[in-house]
């Protein structure tokens, strides 16, 4: 494979034009040299993750990314499971998960069993294994309160409804299937004795008991929500024979990075947020490109700043993604890689005005010197319109990448 | 019909930037004035054939160009029986054929007859119309060693392994099945069946004795490959109702042509390389153009010139395709054929530093004195990409034009 690629991603950078930066978008306002470098040198376009007009989450919009459609979207729960390292097989169910504290009578007392941190990993040990009839349990603590539950048997379904309550103060809802299939009501009753079992389990816990003493609310109860079956899709890298790396702080997008296959690198010091460390980012990605072909590097903030409607703070964001992105061409160019061809996206856009996702195109970039080049020189909603590339779809844009990896299938002879 | 089309497809021709020639394409480099007076007289755009990113082969290219889907793609072994002028009817199973030489073993001592070159009419006449049960079957000659068989009749399957072992000094592979249908036991079985008895045959036909006399290799066995059956699909001609003629030299071309219903025209002078004659192409164009409403004008050398890696040839090969234009162009303004929209299309690209067929998309014009004029003035991979086209899809394409002969069906009321 003489083509290495350094897929950038600014997590919801599109957005519209804002009034307190004069009516232009923070991408256009911003200072962004190294973005606008790349565009110079390659072709732009603007993509439509799934449709046009279609908001896509950050889940989903890095799925098709990394190579899937929406048909295989296989809901919160594995992706949960995937960002815990908990690797699924076509059939399993997974559920996302809270350690809680419930009273005397089944009622919750806290959602989040005193935002325990200490001692999930024995609980959650306690838990795994589980088997109940010809289904065996898998449960993984998460941060703090978090975990992850899977089912792995035959005949099971994720047409059941969340058991979490949401509100404290009411007993914990019983888990019903949503339509009458066998798989659906045989799923929602192994699931009501997974969690009968799990009070008794936790609740007889000595960690508990220890808790209990110090006055702590004990992790005596599971709740379970986002309920989702793992569809029979293959890792992207095993289909088309490559390898790849994604380093993130977000767990969602490295939850989708593990069910497509790649390996993933995190550290601390990505924070997910505007102060990431991104001189140990940039290391991290050319460390990557030395032993992969294909390597995501993951930029969280200007995502946070669009929900929070802070124009300002996204115009800072975008210009510390330019200066993540400069410091990854300056330490490529020290090493010798071969070609490697750097593209720009974006999951979805998060227009401040909006403080959501927005169904808006986002800008992308594919830049090298092996690349057709245009006459666009900026890096913007706007102009990369106007880019070779014109108006893609995301599964377009995600094929084309893995064409010049030349691990695309030829169609005919 | 008051609009006739010439379709000019220089084949293979998208290509990337090329060190030696500056970082410009063969395309952005060549001297193309009749190319770039089309696309200053009408509108341009990009496409991608299939999907972005995906590269196609010549004959699902040409297929997409001229009306079908993927869905469609029968395989090599109809399309080599087309291309032989073998009309099959839907569900009829063809296969490429070699003429083969084995030796008193079975051993496959020459995959080539020594490669035969005269005498394959009547070695064919002999194996074909053999009967064996239900099964008709149909043998042609093709260039040299190779042929055309077709097996006719109710419940067959392509889904059959070649026979061909690729290499000398083994048996013959016998033909397999690939699933469990009966009707691919069935196709297996009566394949086997054909090449024991073309082996009866052959062995004993006079022309055999004879070369065996000259000392010359008999071709006394018949290798099978590429096994593709006949899908339900009607000749484009056919089923939208107009007149369209292919005007090229090669094999693979003029069996997707002939399988859309188009008549061909082919003359030696047409050699599929950059000598081919074009005064004699353009001629042939030309009257090809007063007695049909469709005209596809098909050109090579640009393919050949990028598996070479050859940009300086493909340069040479696109001024060539510039020319063959320029003269079908003059040669119409002299003729009395009504209004003639002229449109350039490629098949795919075949970038010179790959090698081989890509998926990056392949630059478009369709012009006219009726057909919306943008402000694109050359015709390559980046100036086309800003028209009003934009980019688009081949069966997009494809039914543009066909819309321009006022053919296609109006949805609704």
Same mark, same amino acid.
């Given at each position: 494979?003489?083509?290495?690629?350094?897929?950038?991603?600014?997590?919801?950078?599109?957005?519209?034009?804002?009034?307190s930066? /004069?009516? +232009?978008?923070?991408?256009?306002?911003?200072?962004?040299?190294?973005?606008?470098?790349l565009?110079k040198?390659?072709?732009?376009?603007?993509?439509?993750?799934?449709?046009?007009?279609?908001?896509? &989450?950050?889940?989903? /919009?890095?799925l #098709?990314? *990394?190579?899937?459609?929406?048909?295989?979207?296989?809901?919160?729960?594995?992706?949960?499971?995937?960002?815990?390292?908990? $690797?699924?097989?076509? /059939?399993? %169910?997974?559920?996302?998960?809270?350690?809680? !504290? #419930?009273?005397?009578?089944?009622?919750?007392?806290?959602?989040?069993?005193?935002?325990?941190?200490?001692?999930?990993?024995?609980?959650?040990?306690?838990?795994?294994?589980?088997?109940?009839?010809?289904?065996?349990?898998?449960?993984?603590?998460?941060?703090?309160?978090?975990?992850?539950?899977?089912?792995?048997?035959k005949g099971?379904?994720?047409?059941?409804?969340?058991?979490? @309550?949401?509100?404290?103060? %009411?007993?914990?809802?019983? @888990?019903?299937?949503?339509?009458?299939?066998?798989e659906?009501?045989?799923?929602? +009753?192994?699931?009501?004795?997974?969690?009968?079992?799990?009070?008794?389990?936790?609740?007889?816990? @000595?960690?508990?008991?220890?808790?209990?003493?110090?006055?702590l609310?004990?992790a005596?109860?599971?709740?379970?929500?986002?309920? &989702?079956?793992?569809?029979?899709? +293959?890792?992207? !890298?095993?289909?088309?024979?490559?390898?790849?790396?994604?380093?993130?702080?977000?767990?969602?997008?490295?939850?989708?990075?593990?069910?497509?296959? *790649?390996?993933?690198?995190?550290?601390?010091?990505f924070?997910?947020?505007?102060?990431?460390?991104?001189? +140990?980012?940039?290391?991290?990605?050319?460390?990557?490109?030395?032993?992969?072909?294909?390597?995501?590097?993951?930029?969280?903030?200007?995502?946070?700043?669009?929900h929070?409607?802070? @124009?300002? &703070?996204?115009?800072?964001?975008?210009?510390?993604?330019?200066?993540?992105?400069?410091?990854?061409? $300056?330490?490529?160019?020290?090493?010798?890689?071969?070609?490697?061809?750097?593209?720009?996206?974006?999951?979805?856009? !998060?227009?401040?005005?909006r403080?959501?996702?927005?169904?808006?195109p %986002?800008?992308?970039?594919?830049? /090298?010197?092996n #690349?057709?080049?245009?006459?666009?020189?900026?890096?913007d909603?706007?102009?990369s319109? =106007? &880019?070779?590339?014109?108006?893609?779809?995301?599964?377009?844009?995600?094929n084309?990448?893995?064409?010049?990896?030349?691990?695309? =299938? =030829?169609?005919?002879?």
């Open positions: 494979m003489k083509n290495k690629i350094l897929l950038c991603i600014a997590d919801g950078v599109g957005d519209r034009p804002c009034e930066l /004069g009516f +232009k978008t923070p991408l256009q306002y911003a200072k962004t040299p190294h973005l606008d470098k565009a040198d390659g072709q732009s376009g603007i993509m439509d993750l799934h449709k046009a007009g279609t908001p896509v &989450g950050t889940d989903l /919009g890095h #098709i990314l *990394f190579g899937y459609s929406i048909k295989d979207y296989p809901g919160r729960g594995p992706l949960e499971a995937f960002g815990e390292n908990v $690797e699924l097989v076509t /059939g399993d %169910v997974a559920f996302r998960c809270n350690f809680a !504290t #419930i009273d005397e009578n089944g009622n919750v007392k806290d959602r989040r069993a005193g935002r325990i941190r200490e001692g999930t990993t024995e609980l959650a040990n306690a838990l795994n294994g589980m088997q109940i009839d010809d289904v065996t349990v898998i449960f993984k603590e998460a941060t703090e309160h978090r975990a992850v539950l899977v089912l792995r048997g099971l379904s994720d047409a059941i409804t969340d058991t979490d @309550p949401k509100i404290e103060g %009411v007993p914990v809802k019983k @888990p019903k299937a949503t339509n009458d299939c066998d659906a009501i045989k799923t929602a +009753k192994v699931l009501a004795e997974v969690q009968k079992k799990a009070i008794e389990i936790l609740s007889a816990h @000595p960690l508990n008991k220890e808790r209990e003493s110090q006055g609310l004990p005596n109860c599971i709740l379970t929500r986002g309920a &989702g079956s793992m569809p029979d899709i +293959k890792k992207i !890298t095993e289909r088309l024979k490559f390898k790849a790396c994604c380093i993130a702080a977000e767990s969602t997008v490295i939850g989708v990075a593990r069910l497509a296959g *790649f390996s993933t690198v995190y550290d601390p010091a924070t997910g947020n505007i102060d990431t460390n991104i001189d +140990k980012k940039s290391d991290a990605a050319v460390k990557a490109l030395k032993e992969n072909d294909f390597v995501v590097l993951h930029f969280k903030a200007t995502d946070l700043m669009g929070d409607n802070n @124009p300002e &703070g996204k115009v800072k964001a975008v210009e510390k993604f330019d200066a993540l992105v400069g410091l990854a061409l $300056e330490k490529i160019e020290k090493e010798d890689l071969g070609n490697v061809i750097v593209a720009l996206a974006a999951d979805h856009s !998060t227009p401040c005005e403080r959501e996702h927005s169904g808006d %986002v800008p992308v970039v594919i830049s /090298g010197k #690349i057709r080049n245009d006459d666009v020189e900026k890096f909603e706007v102009s319109a =106007k &880019g070779a590339l014109c108006r893609m779809q995301g599964s377009d844009f995600c084309t990448l893995y064409d010049y990896l030349e691990v695309t =299938k =030829k169609e005919g002879n």
